[in-house]
């Protein structure tokens, strides 16, 4: 399979506690975006790579949230001192850089309950 | 910022033709697309438009009107796979660039027999 990977997919932690997703784009995908979604709700932008730039960041994301991506392949997003509002899945989706479309591909996400 | 505004939930009979629509307001808009996502399962591309007019796929149909603002997904011969989530979301001119995009909250379809 060749599509978005993410891990892990379920995730349940105490509030307090650090947790961290990993994604890992299609191959030859540039493009790098995090979101995160609530039940109900549409997928909401958190972040933005450019290979290993970040090149945007969502008002959404608080300083507990950091994103890396540091040789422009898979990206990690880690959430410190979770809150119980921090529950979501996490959604990481990728594209070429050329050819734009509005065409991103998703992961299957990653689930966090925080209790 | 951006905004999106599309009915919560639409209920359409097996067969028939149902029509989506999105109202929206951004700066910078470059395009708008469409995705499905079905229970628990990754949102997936569907459609999109940079310039006005209608896009065909199939069943699956994507119009624009940029001076309006709106578009709309209209989805022929329903089938009961179809009962899922639809999001229309704006490709927009973020503040790092381009290609970032913005989903509007979604309508939840129905398909019934």
């Known amino acids: 399979d060749t599509g978005v990977s993410q891990n892990p997919r379920h995730k349940i932690t105490k509030r307090g506690q650090n947790v961290t997703f990993r994604c890992d784009p299609i191959?030859?995908?540039?493009?790098l975006y995090w979101y995160r979604q609530t039940l109900g709700q549409g997928p909401e932008f958190l972040t933005y790579?450019?290979?290993?730039?970040?090149?945007?960041k969502s008002r959404l994301l608080s300083d507990r949230f950091s994103a890396e991506r540091p040789k422009g392949s898979f990206s990690t997003l880690e959430i410190q001192r979770t809150e119980q509002g921090d529950s979501a899945m996490y959604l990481c989706?990728?594209?070429?850089?050329?050819?734009?479309?509005?065409?991103?591909?998703f992961g299957e996400g990653s689930r966090l309950t925080v209790l | 910022g951006q905004s999106l505004e599309q009915p919560s939930e639409v209920t359409a009979v097996e067969g028939a033709i149902v029509q989506i629509n999105c109202t929206y307001q951004?700066?910078?808009?470059?395009?708008l697309s469409w995705y499905q996502q079905h229970d628990g399962g990754a949102p997936t591309f569907l459609s999109y438009?940079?310039?006005?007019g209608l896009e065909e796929t199939g069943r699956f149909s994507s119009f624009l009107s940029r001076s309006d603002s709106y578009g709309y997904l209209l989805l022929q011969e329903l089938q009961m796979k179809d009962s899922a989530y639809y999001f229309c979301?704006?490709?927009?001119?973020?503040?790092?660039?381009?290609?970032?995009?913005?989903f509007g909250t979604g309508t939840r379809l129905t398909v019934i027999p």
């Open positions: 191959s030859e995908h540039n493009r």
């Open positions: 989706a990728s594209r070429l850089g050329t050819g734009n479309t509005g065409e991103l591909f």
């Open positions: 951004t700066s910078g808009f470059y395009g």
């Open positions: 790579f450019q290979n290993e730039a970040q090149l945007e």
């Open positions: 438009n940079g310039l006005d």
């Open positions: 979301a704006v490709r927009d001119r973020g503040a790092g660039g381009a290609n970032n995009l913005f």
